[in-house]
Nanobody
């Protein structure tokens, strides 16, 4: 059974940093696209960042130059380094992984077949 488990969320002041981790189990994702989304109650799930099997990355405009996604395939883990955090970054952050191998990066949630439960990130002003 595939599981994605996020960690690293918390409460920080604006301008601070957090590093989220997502550990996958049940299958390897070294040849799959992985990503991070975020969700606020009452709003649609929003793409944050994605990383391809070859290391290519894609970011939402709102987080470019502040967030960095990376992966460590030996640990079947993807990370999201978040710097210069803003109150509007407050959300539940969810890790996602595509089942398809060698797929293309995408901002669309339907491309990602596996989802974690999420980790809360709260930024105080």
């Amino acid at each position: 059974q595939v599981q994605l488990v996020e960690s690293g969320g918390g409460l920080v002041q604006a301008g601070g940093s957090l590093r989220l981790s997502c550990a996958a189990s049940g299958r390897t994702f070294s040849t799959s696209v992985m990503g991070w989304f975020r969700q606020v109650p009452g709003k649609e799930r929003e793409f944050v960042a994605g990383i391809s099997w070859n290391g290519a990355t894609l970011y939402a405009d709102s987080v470019k130059e502040r967030f960095t996604i990376s992966r460590e395939d030996a640990k079947n883990t993807v990370y999201l380094q978040m710097n210069r955090l803003r109150p509007e970054d407050t959300a539940v952050y969810l890790c996602a992984a595509a089942a398809r191998q060698w797929g293309l990066l995408s901002v669309a949630p339907y491309v990602y077949n596996y989802w974690g439960q999420g980790t809360q990130v709260t930024i105080s002003s």
